[in-house]
């Protein structure tokens, strides 16, 4: 039983052309989805959707079998969910302990065995405490926007695109980092533009065109559909 | 060489008509110039009418003083006002709510363009403007009672033995000490709290801000709450400094916004600074230094004009010029605010 499940969501800009089509998306706990395929075939928002940014017009929203479509973005963050969106994922003007005491704003209880946990994941952030975020390297930047996520104490993370614009030793690092966070019995989800290495440590993946399901199946049997690796991963 | 005494003569007949005069006025500047920082950050829009918001809460005041002297309460040697000054701060957050209710909350929604809401602004500015006068009408008055002075000229002629005196109204005197403490309140209440964290994160990153859980309208009635104590205590102390007049509040609108701009926009820092940076231009400026000069100088040099770069009824185009100064060369202000 998926964790977190879009069915058949439709979903639209100002009442244009709808960017989703009947898209489903699911997330396990323990487990590492992936959303992939062309520009513009509604990855990121089908995230969006998913967390309450943008209203679907048909289909279901469930968290654990709940309904969660009708909540507002604040409600979903509070019930488990967590993003890091691909740019602007920080607060540059200030201090990484303040981005991560912002992460937890909305929790009342003790922070700092949380925040411990994320310098620990991060020790880079601990030895930048104090400084301004918009300071740090875009390496740092990205550390300290999962930091921030994961003060929530999440049950689930939806990640866009986290090594758009990194370079590839980031990159690794990055996806070292997801599959702790994977390891730690989060769900993971993740838009990537990186196909190939995203899909090789997936446990799942959704191959998305135009705003529907293309492929959907496991990282590795996508990675050996000839269809999938002609189109989307040359070949 | 000039003797020792009239050096000293010389200083503190600056002191007396420049330095004191433009600390006064620059805290009441900067206390409104932080107001509308503040909204500029949270609420993305320049507030046009945040000089008759002060007015329409010192006319609060005022009405509420008169009330208190009619029923014998007052303060002593301190102005009455201050006591009108928590209710006058309800009052005026209650007007500033009904404003964003009927009007800003709309924009918001709609999430119009800045220029539109700074529109909406313009139109409120009138409004509250006309209220302002359909209650006290245009003409001056004058509301501070209490002493006047805590040190008069004579009293520090008296004690020094200088022939210039150095006045301290009672009225610059609060206006100093408590502008000191309102704004070390705000920096607390930016940097430390909770509430006032979030401020910032919100004005950072507004995205971010909803998605971390931070709520967008609770952030936007702080922002109000903040306005409304900068805007009543600035009013209020600019009130009981120069007097009440409708239109003197109305036209501070200019050097608040250039106290902004010239501090960077959006910065809380910036607007103090640049609160200062204004009042102290101008009445350097405007200051006739013939008489300083004569102190300082030997007699064959000793001026016959008043020695002013400006007459004071030009106040306002140091603003301007310094609002146009910045603009070209730094345009991100001393704080390095945002660019409009």
């Known amino acids: 039983m998926a964790y977190l499940s879009g069915k058949n969501m439709v979903a639209a800009y100002d009442q244009s052309v709808p960017i989703l089509n009947d898209c489903t998306i699911e997330a396990k706990k323990g487990e590492l989805a992936v959303i992939v395929g062309p520009n513009g075939a509604g990855k990121s928002t089908a995230m969006k959707v998913l967390l309450g940014m943008l209203k679907a017009s048909s289909g279901s929203i469930t968290l654990e079998g709940r309904d969660i479509s009708k909540l507002s973005v604040q409600k979903r963050i509070s019930l488990g969910l967590a993003f890091v969106p691909q740019t602007d994922n920080v607060f540059p003007t200030m201090t990484v302990q303040e981005n991560l005491e912002m992460g937890a704003f909305l929790r009342n209880d003790d922070i700092s065995q949380t925040l411990e946990e994320v310098y620990d994941l991060f020790p880079i952030l601990y030895d930048r405490k104090n400084q301004l975020v918009g300071q740090l390297s875009g390496g740092q930047r990205q550390q300290a926007a999962f930091g921030r996520a994961m003060m929530t104490k999440p049950t689930i993370m939806l990640l866009d695109e986290p090594t758009a614009g990194v370079a590839p030793k980031v990159m690794d690092e990055i996806f070292g980092n997801i599959l702790n966070l994977k390891k730690s019995g989060r769900a993971v989800l993740m838009v990537e533009q990186n196909a190939r290495q995203a899909l090789e440590i997936a446990d799942k993946g959704f191959v998305l065109v135009s705003g529907c399901n293309e492929h959907t199946g496991t990282g590795k049997e996508l990675l050996a559909n000839p269809e999938v690796r002609r189109s989307f991963l040359g070949g | ?340």
Not at chain 2, 182 to 192: A, P, S
């Open chain 2, 1 to 340: 060489m000039p003797e020792l005494t009239d050096i000293l003569n010389s200083i503190v007949l600056l002191l007396n008509f420049v330095f004191v005069p433009a600390l006064a006025y620059g805290s009441q500047l900067a206390l409104g110039a932080l107001a509308v920082t503040l909204v500029y950050a949270i609420l993305r829009f320049a507030n046009f009418a945040q000089g008759d918001t002060m007015a329409f809460s010192t006319v609060i005041t005022i009405l509420l003083t008169w009330l208190l002297q009619k029923w014998g309460i007052t303060l002593g040697f301190i102005p009455t006002a201050l006591l009108a000054l928590p209710l006058a701060i309800v009052a005026t957050l209650i007007y500033i709510l009904l404003t964003d209710k009927f009007v800003y909350a709309y924009y918001r929604k709609q999430n119009s363009k800045p220029i539109t809401v700074v529109m909406a602004s313009v139109g409120v500015m009138f409004v509250t403007g006309g209220l302002v006068r359909f209650i006290l009408g245009p003409t001056h008055h004058v509301f501070a009672d209490g002493a006047r002075f805590i040190i008069t000229a004579g009293e520090f002629k008296s004690m020094t033995g200088l022939s210039e005196g150095l006045a301290i109204k009672t009225s610059q005197f609060l206006t100093i000490t408590i502008a000191v403490l309102l704004v070390g309140f705000v920096f607390y209440f930016l940097q430390k709290t909770k509430t006032g964290k979030a401020m910032r994160a919100y004005a950072d990153n507004q995205d971010l801000a909803l998605l971390s859980g931070i709520d967008p309208n609770r952030i936007v009635r702080v922002t109000w709450v903040l306005v409304a104590i900068l805007s009543t205590i600035a009013g209020v102390l600019y009130g009981l400094d120069k007097g009440f007049m409708a239109n003197a509040y109305h036209q501070m609108l200019l050097p608040m916004f250039a106290a902004v701009i010239v501090g960077g926009i959006g910065s809380p820092m910036g607007a103090i600074v640049g609160g200062f940076v204004i009042s102290f231009s101008e009445l350097i400026l405007t200051y006739a230094y013939k008489k300083f000069l004569i102190y300082l100088l030997p007699e064959v040099w000793q001026p016959d004009g008043l020695v002013q770069f400006l007459g004071t009824e030009y106040k306002f185009a140091v603003s301007f010029v310094i609002l146009v100064i910045v603009l070209l060369l730094r345009p991100t202000g001393i704080f390095k605010g945002k660019v409009i």
